[in-house]
């Protein structure tokens, strides 16, 4: 039997019994993909190797798992698969009179283009395709329809035309990549003089000034749809189209000098569009903000760019960029920024870094069969890609040198998109795996959620985010106190608006604004609140009413205040900004401010002091159970709801975890929250069960105490997901009649019990993780590190639009003594950080 060296050209032909002969021994490991089987042909189980790679990629003829040429052996060693689809895709200039002579190689549908960044005027794609026997590397070429058996040549063909892996029924549910528009190309624009201003757009038809659409044909400015979430229009736009036939659209407020969203109403999907730039250009909007004066300047050299969107994402500023280790991009998938900033900013952190990137061989050799489906494995090579420095690599001198020549920019082969991360994570989750931007806070919660539920190692990284507030709560007619503490992992500050430094330039901007509104006027320039970060700090300091407190000290319903302090400090501490608030109509606002984050923080002033001299703590009595005789016309604390609203979580998962946890407050509906984010009817509407019939998820009403005084499953849920053990939170919540709050303070009552329980393990995050065998199991509680208040600004996230449900996210973060800004494929030096701007804010402990 002759044998071919690995990669080499495959020149020996067999006669066709010998090719059937030899693949004789493997066919019945040979399998033709079927309905619902996921064929991973564009992208590695372990890395982002793809085909375009140097090395191509392998598929499994088994499972369909594609493999790059560094991780190919793992799976055969593991696995005792023998044949793979090799897949490489090498990309060829297209040069004058000779367009027409390039043809590929393999005349099959590899529909791998989607997988590629480059300008497809410029370029053509030549495809290969053989079959490769491990373990001696044996390549048999193709096509060789008439020599292979017709069950390879039906696998062959069946795996090459499969669509991809993330593909869903759901019309909402977000693809691996958007396709380019067929209208793109070929797109007529009406020269009618329209011109399209920067901003104080308004639907022509209905004068609505959110979710606004430009046709790209006419330049008519028209209202989306409505959505679920009080957001959107009244279809205007999609009226048109049926009107004129015209049929690409972008969504204003969405164009970035890296593109935009694009609707094709024809073909019924959000699409790219390749001329982009000349069509926005057709209507007088400059994509990347650097149009040039008569004066020579540009228009960020004549005035102030106070766009959020400018400002945010450093429009306007030549930024150089940046390559290598710690500076690998991220592609959005459509509405994916939220991920890619949190990432980013995630594996930034060397608590992090070591956990996954340090163990990445460990975690790759202890992989499930199936290692897309493995958290760790997924977070190891995603963290891989970032900081390797494999996919960020600068360009060549010779390519720099045509693109001056030419005067154009043509995109590198650089950065990772993370569609297998984005599909494993936001699996069941039906927020996250939809197309739909989303909360960035949210989903950084809903990360640290699967971090701990998902150990790797002895150490869990989401630790240094982990730290105890200390409340106390005060009836204000008794004066009588009671301290608890709970866990948590953002510190979120208030907005002082009634602290604003500039009040004049405010009111006066509100007086143009809304003159201009009324004569049809331009808007006046923006004028933003300026409010001191100590204001902020001094309002999240300061009491806060308790709503319907019963005092244990009166029996009775009372005012009572509560104050919150650090019994702990984190070693990183995650600060929020409460930038989002809703109106009357309950539609989410965004507040357009400043503030001037310091870079260096100390709240040791903050530090919790516990029970005072002088100070009578409330008794420790329950309140009485009140049955209602119609259960569900119990009413749900909308205090707490909007508290919960506000931090981007979607309106009934709100509503739900104020019902379930007795509203007992925004604190513990939140760890709720956290408890249930995966689940699949996590947004969906709140029904109340009738009394005594069993509540759905194991929610049963708290002010229903079983006769064997056994906790509900929903109190003990809670619990847990503060980190305590499950027999500890059952064994709490009997001792207190089942009484969740009172339960929490007997915990920390009785520490020595923690150290007498035994650890638990939670099977049901065992059963497709085999990384759960690495970590040790004998956890005991929340693991508090201590330690000092002072901390140094080294990250942010920012965001630009009027709601967390829309718009766009970016990253800066502080490496190696300077700011750089991650704005998905785009990563670069930045020159003005705007860091008054920001979301979440990111600091780091300062070593004494």
């Known amino acids: 039997m002759q044998r071919a060296a690995l990669f080499s050209g495959g020149d020996a032909q067999m006669a066709a019994g010998d090719l059937g002969e030899l693949l004789v021994p493997y066919m019945p490991t040979i399998r033709v993909p079927k309905s619902g089987d996921r064929v991973y042909k564009t992208e590695c189980a372990f890395s982002y190797d793809s085909p375009d790679s140097e090395g191509g990629l392998y598929v499994c003829m088994n499972t369909f798992l594609g493999f790059g040429r560094e991780h190919i052996e793992r799976h055969y060693r593991k696995t005792g698969q023998c044949v793979y689809l090799h897949l490489k895709r090498r990309v060829i200039e297209v040069r004058p009179m000779a367009s027409q002579l390039t043809t590929p190689v393999f005349p099959g549908n590899l529909n791998l283009r989607a997988n590629s960044d480059l300008n497809t005027d410029d370029f053509e794609y030549e495809d290969e395709a053989k079959l490769v026997l491990f373990p001696d590397h044996y390549e048999i070429p193709l096509p060789n329809i008439e020599e292979l058996p017709a069950l390879v040549t039906i696998?062959?063909?069946?795996?090459?035309?499969?669509?991809?892996?993330?593909?869903?029924?759901?019309?909402?549910?977000?693809?691996?990549?958007?396709?380019?528009?067929?209208?793109?190309?070929?797109?007529?624009?009406?020269?009618?003089?329209?011109?399209?201003?920067?901003?104080?757009?308004?639907?022509?038809?209905?004068?609505?000034?959110?979710?606004?659409?430009?046709?790209?044909?006419?330049?008519?400015?028209?209202?989306?749809?409505?959505?679920?979430?009080?957001?959107?229009?009244?279809?205007?736009?999609?009226?048109?189209?049926?009107?004129?036939?015209?049929p690409l659209a972008v969504k204003l407020g969405t164009i970035t000098p890296d593109g935009a969203d694009v609707y094709s109403f024809d073909e019924e999907e959000p699409v790219l569009d390749p001329h982009i730039a000349k069509h926005l250009a057709h209507f007088g909007i400059d994509m990347l903000q650097m149009q040039v004066t008569e004066s020579g300047l540009r228009d960020n050299d004549l005035k102030p760019r106070v766009s959020e969107w400018e400002v945010i994402q450093e429009a306007g500023v030549k930024l150089k960029p940046m390559y290598g280790p710690g500076y690998t991009g991220m592609k959005n998938l459509g509405n994916s920024c939220y991920l890619n900033a949190v990432m980013q900013a995630i594996f930034s952190i060397p608590e992090f870094q070591r956990a996954y990137v340090g163990n990445l061989p460990r975690i790759f050799d202890y992989s499930p069969l199936d290692p897309t489906q493995d958290f760790s494995t997924q977070?190891?090579?995603?963290?891989?890609?970032?900081?390797?420095?494999?996919?960020?690599?600068?360009?060549?001198?010779?390519?720099?040198?045509?693109?001056?020549?030419?005067?154009?920019?043509?995109?590198?082969?650089?950065?990772?998109?993370?569609?297998?991360?984005?599909?494993?994570?936001?699996?069941?989750?039906?927020?996250?795996?939809?197309?739909?931007?989303?909360?960035?806070?949210?989903?950084?919660?809903?990360?640290?959620?699967?971090?701990?539920?998902?150990?790797v190692g002895s150490e869990n990284p989401s630790d240094v985010f982990r730290f105890l507030v200390e409340e106390r709560t005060q009836c204000c007619q008794s004066r009588k106190v009671r301290y608890t503490e709970r866990v948590d992992y953002i510190m979120q500050l208030p907005v002082a608006m009634e602290a604003a430094?500039?009040?004049?330039?405010?009111?006066?901007?509100?007086?143009?604004?809304?003159?201009?509104?009324?004569?049809?006027?331009?808007?006046?320039?923006?004028?933003?609140?300026?409010?001191?970060?100590?204001?902020?700090?001094?309002?999240?300091?300061?009491?806060?009413?308790?709503?319907?407190?019963?005092?244990?000290?009166?029996?009775?319903?009372?005012?009572?205040?509560?104050?919150?302090?650090?019994?702990?400090?984190?070693?990183?501490?995650?600060?929020?900004?409460?930038?989002?608030?809703?109106?009357?109509?309950?539609?989410?606002?965004?507040?357009?401010?400043?503030?001037?984050?310091?870079?260096?923080?100390?709240?040791?002033?903050?530090?919790?002091?516990?029970?005072?001299?002088?100070?009578?703590?409330?008794?420790?009595?329950?309140?009485?159970?009140?049955?209602?005789?119609?259960?569900?016309?119990?009413?749900?604390d909308e205090c707490s709801v909007m508290q919960l609203a506000e931090m981007g979580f979607p309106l009934e998962a709100c509503r739900k975890a104020v019902y379930y946890t007795g509203n007992l407050g925004a604190e513990v509906a939140f760890n709720w929250i956290i408890a249930h984010m995966e689940e699949s009817d996590f947004a969906e509407p709140l029904v109340i069960p009738a009394y005594g019939e069993v509540a759905s998820n194991g929610a049963a009403a708290f002010g229903a105490v079983g006769l064997d005084n056994q906790p509900p499953e929903e109190m003990v849920a809670i619990i847990i997901s503060m980190g305590f053990q499950r027999t500890l939170a059952i064994q709490a919540l009997k001792a207190t009649n089942n009484n969740l709050e009172r339960g929490l303070e007997w915990i920390?009552?009785?520490?020595?019990?923690?150290?007498?329980?035994?650890?638990?393990?939670?099977?049901?995050?065992?059963?497709?993780?085999?990384?759960?065998?690495?970590?040790?199991?004998?956890?005991?509680?929340?693991?508090?590190?201590?330690?000092?208040?002072?901390?140094?600004?080294?990250?942010?996230?920012?965001?630009?639009?009027t709601s967390t449900m829309s718009g766009h996210y970016v990253c800066h973060l502080k490496k190696e003594g300077r700011w750089v800004i991650y704005n998905d494929l785009r990563v670069c030096a930045s020159e003005r950080p705007p860091k008054d701007l920001g979301y979440i804010y990111f600091y780091h402990r300062i070593p004494i």
């Open 748 to 801: 920390f009552s009785h520490p020595e019990l923690e150290e007498e329980s035994e650890p638990a393990l939670d099977m049901m995050d065992m059963d497709n993780n085999a990384n759960a065998s690495i970590a040790e199991t004998g956890s005991e509680g929340p693991r508090i590190k201590d330690g000092s208040g002072r901390y140094e600004l080294f990250g942010f996230i920012s965001h630009m639009g």
């Open 501 to 636: 430094t500039n009040k004049d330039e405010l009111i006066a901007y509100e007086l143009k604004r809304r003159e201009a509104e009324a004569t049809r006027r331009p808007l006046p320039e923006l004028v933003r609140a300026k409010i001191p970060f100590s204001a902020c700090l001094q309002a999240f300091s300061e009491p806060s009413n308790v709503e319907d407190f019963w005092s244990s000290a009166l029996q009775a319903k009372s005012a009572g205040v509560k104050t919150s302090r650090f019994a702990s400090f984190p070693e990183y501490l995650v600060v929020q900004i409460k930038k989002f608030t809703f109106g009357l109509d309950w539609i989410p606002k965004k507040l357009d401010v400043s503030i001037d984050m310091p870079d260096f923080l100390d709240i040791n002033h903050l530090r919790a002091r516990g029970l005072q001299p002088g100070e009578e703590e409330l008794p420790d009595i329950a309140p009485p159970i009140i049955i209602p005789d119609d259960p569900k016309a119990l009413d749900i």
């Open 155 to 246: 696998a062959c063909d069946a795996l090459l035309s499969a669509k991809s892996p993330y593909r869903k029924q759901d019309p909402d549910s977000w693809e691996e990549e958007l396709q380019a528009s067929k209208h793109a190309k070929t797109l007529v624009q009406l020269d009618n003089g329209v011109r399209i201003p920067p901003s104080g757009w308004k639907c022509s038809k209905c004068d609505l000034r959110e979710n606004l659409w430009l046709n790209l044909t006419d330049g008519s400015v028209l209202c989306g749809k409505w959505f679920f979430d009080g957001s959107g229009g009244n279809g205007h736009a999609t009226e048109h189209y049926k009107e004129t036939g015209y």
């Open 379 to 455: 977070m190891a090579k995603l963290g891989h890609g970032l900081l390797s420095g494999q996919y960020s690599k600068p360009p060549m001198k010779s390519e720099l040198i045509e693109q001056v020549m030419k005067e154009e920019h043509k995109a590198q082969h650089n950065g990772i998109a993370p569609q297998m991360f984005k599909a494993f994570i936001s699996k069941g989750h039906p927020e996250f795996s939809s197309n739909r931007q989303q909360d960035a806070l949210e989903f950084f919660l809903h990360l640290i959620n699967l971090v701990e539920r998902n150990p």
